[in-house]
């Protein structure tokens, strides 16, 4: 139907023609994260077709987003209007969110063909079953699944990271990190650091079926490293140390790639014992800030999250039958584990049981591509090897959804690009994915809408603020409570009163 390549490569060709300049990183001195959802229709095979015959699928950009950063806890606003997390997959899937209510208006309003198809109840929606969604990331998920196996011939993307930098608040993270005292390093071409990045490998590809781990390190061919299983359980201090001992072609995992996602208040912590011992797996994580801690949990949490309860959240499922799951997800070249992909994504909540009809666990398919993102932070690093100055995360992010009107957007710490901090708070400053945003097109959504023909869970009570209305969205609290009782109990939640906008 379609492979790892093919999303990567579509998703790279739209970033290159649908994304402006503004927003895209300074070129060899900034880089960032790339994430996408795709829509793939597959019409059905009728039964009298011959079993050859080829079937035509299309692939369509539907959402994108680019972006490295989060805002600390003393920047959240109770008015809903500051982006809080502005990680690529984080904006990708509140673009989605975003192309979701503008195909259920189109449904709705009976205006044009849309992506959804009248379910059994009242006021109800589904999603047509010819179509399915494969979310796409230039590099793997910060926190869980970013802890990798490192081979004792590679180095950290694109530095280490030292134990001493835990402990430092300052630096400022966005997955792997570097290291303060590694920072000259990263800088000269001469450095052994630098050097042992551009070491080619010679291990032939080895193909790894039925799920079996395997690391991939960027710019090297699969080095066919098969690990112990590790479920969904933390894995001990001694535990993960003992993965040095695996070797291939005696090359020992002598390390983990480092997350800058640190543990949340209530869970086992990391170690920070040097080597593969430094972190402790299968754990809940926030996204690093600069001093100012963030409530924002690491990609791979809400990855898993989404993996229970579907990328549309709370409010669409008012309108929904079903939740919108994705089918796949696929990352770009960067280092990369297999098992530690299953593990973030799906393992840790695969015991979760007593969900509401039509939530679940799902079979996530999860694939590879072998194709670099240009803007990624070991390409840029690659190509600047005699450019000077220091290689930082690009502090904007682009968010772009398949609506007709204003499909983009560039912010920067949480607002549009060029607000000033006598314009916060007015309704030019805000990101058109804010949750106050979002809110407005939901409400503009609901009043196209004849009262008689809303779904019995908009009928039953009067609603005012954007936190009654997600509360009444019942299936899906529901859903979400019990994942948190069975498998994320210390997942951060933002007080109440940050929800109370109307």
Not at 175 to 187: D, F, S, V
């Given at each position: 139907m379609w492979t790892a390549n093919e999303i990567a490569q579509l998703c790279y060709e739209h970033y290159g023609i649908r994304l402006p300049k503004q927003g895209k990183p300074e070129p060899n001195h900034e880089w960032t994260l790339l994430a996408a959802v795709v829509k793939i229709h597959s019409p059905a095979v009728q039964a009298c077709d011959p079993p050859d015959k080829l079937v035509q699928v299309t692939k369509e950009v539907?959402?994108?987003?680019?972006?490295?950063?989060?805002?600390?806890?003393?920047?959240?606003?109770?008015?809903?209007?500051?982006?809080?997390?502005?990680?690529?997959?984080?904006?990708?899937?509140?673009?989605?969110?975003?192309?979701?209510?503008?195909?259920?208006?189109?449904?709705?309003?009976?205006?044009?063909?849309?992506?959804?198809?009248?379910?059994?109840?009242?006021?109800?929606?589904?999603?047509?079953?010819?179509?399915?969604?494969?979310?796409?990331?230039?590099?793997?998920?910060?926190?869980?699944?970013?802890?990798?196996?490192?081979?004792?011939?590679?180095?950290?993307?694109?530095?280490?990271?030292?134990?001493?930098?835990?402990?430092?608040?300052?630096?400022?993270?966005?997955?792997?990190?570097?290291?303060?005292?590694?920072?000259?390093?990263?800088?000269?071409?001469?450095?052994?650091?630098?050097?042992?990045?551009?070491?080619?490998?010679?291990?032939?590809?080895?193909?790894?079926?039925?799920?079996?781990?395997?690391?991939?390190?960027?710019?090297?061919?699969?080095?066919?490293?098969?690990?112990?299983?590790?479920?969904?359980?933390?894995?001990?201090?001694?535990?993960?140390?003992?993965?040095?001992?695996?070797?291939?072609?005696?090359?020992?995992?002598?390390?983990?790639?480092?997350?800058?996602?640190?543990?949340?208040?209530?869970?086992?912590?990391?170690?920070?014992?040097?080597?593969?011992?430094?972190?402790?797996?299968?754990?809940?994580?926030?996204?690093?800030?600069?001093?100012?801690?963030?409530?924002?949990?690491?990609?791979?949490?809400?990855?898993?999250?989404?993996?229970?309860?579907?990328c549309q959240g709370a409010l669409l499922m008012h309108f929904l039958e079903e939740p919108i799951y994705l089918t796949a997800v696929v990352i770009g070249k960067c280092p990369y584990s297999q098992e530690a992909m299953q593990r973030a994504l799906i393992e840790r909540c695969q015991n979760v049981s007593t969900l509401p009809k039509g939530f679940g666990v799902q079979e996530l398919k999860i694939q590879q591509s072998d194709l670099p993102f240009e803007h990624s932070r070991c390409a840029v690093q690659a190509k600047r090897a005699d450019s000077s100055g220091r290689l930082v995360p690009c502090g904007a992010a682009i968010s772009w959804s398949a609506v007709p009107e204003q499909p983009l957007d560039v912010t920067a710490n949480g607002f549009p690009q060029g607000t000033t901090k006598k314009g916060i708070g007015s309704l030019q400053a805000r990101s058109r994915i804010s949750k106050v945003e979002l809110f407005r097109s939901f409400q503009k959504l609901l009043s196209s809408i004849?009262?008689?023909?809303?779904?019995?869970?908009?009928?039953?009570?009067?609603?005012?603020?954007?936190?009654?209305?997600?509360?009444?969205?019942?299936?899906?609290?529901?859903?979400?409570?019990?994942?948190?009782k069975q498998a994320f109990a210390s997942w951060i939640r933002n007080p109440p009163d940050y929800h109370q906008f109307k």
């Open positions: 539907v959402s994108m987003g680019t972006g490295t950063k989060c805002i600390g806890q003393s920047k959240m606003r109770k008015s809903g209007d500051v982006l809080n997390d502005s990680h690529a997959e984080v904006i990708a899937r509140r673009s989605f969110q975003r192309y979701l209510l503008h195909q259920l208006q189109l449904a709705a309003t009976l205006k044009e063909d849309s992506i959804f198809v009248p379910g059994t109840q009242r006021g109800m929606w589904k999603l047509r079953p010819d179509l399915l969604f494969v979310f796409f990331s230039s590099h793997t998920p910060c926190g869980d699944a970013s802890i990798i196996p490192m081979l004792e011939f590679e180095d950290q993307p694109c530095c280490i990271v030292s134990r001493d930098w835990a402990t430092n608040p300052s630096v400022e993270a966005s997955g792997n990190l570097e290291a303060p005292e590694n920072k000259k390093n990263c800088e000269d071409p001469d450095s052994p650091v630098t050097k042992r990045m551009r070491l080619e490998l010679e291990t032939p590809t080895r193909e790894v079926a039925n799920g079996a781990a395997h690391h991939q390190s960027f710019d090297k061919q699969e080095s066919g490293l098969i690990l112990p299983s590790v479920s969904s359980s933390i894995l001990t201090v001694e535990e993960l140390a003992s993965l040095t001992t695996v070797a291939i072609n005696g090359a020992k995992a002598v390390d983990v790639h480092r997350t800058g996602a640190k543990c949340v208040p209530g869970e086992a912590g990391d170690s920070r014992k040097p080597g593969a011992a430094y972190h402790q797996v299968g754990l809940l994580r926030v996204k690093p800030g600069r001093g100012d801690r963030t409530h924002s949990m690491s990609c791979s949490d809400k990855l898993a999250r989404w993996n229970v309860l579907g004849a009262e008689d023909k809303w779904p019995d869970s908009l009928r039953v009570q009067k609603l005012t603020t954007y936190w009654e209305y997600k509360e009444a969205a019942s299936a899906y609290q529901e859903a979400w409570s019990a994942l948190r």
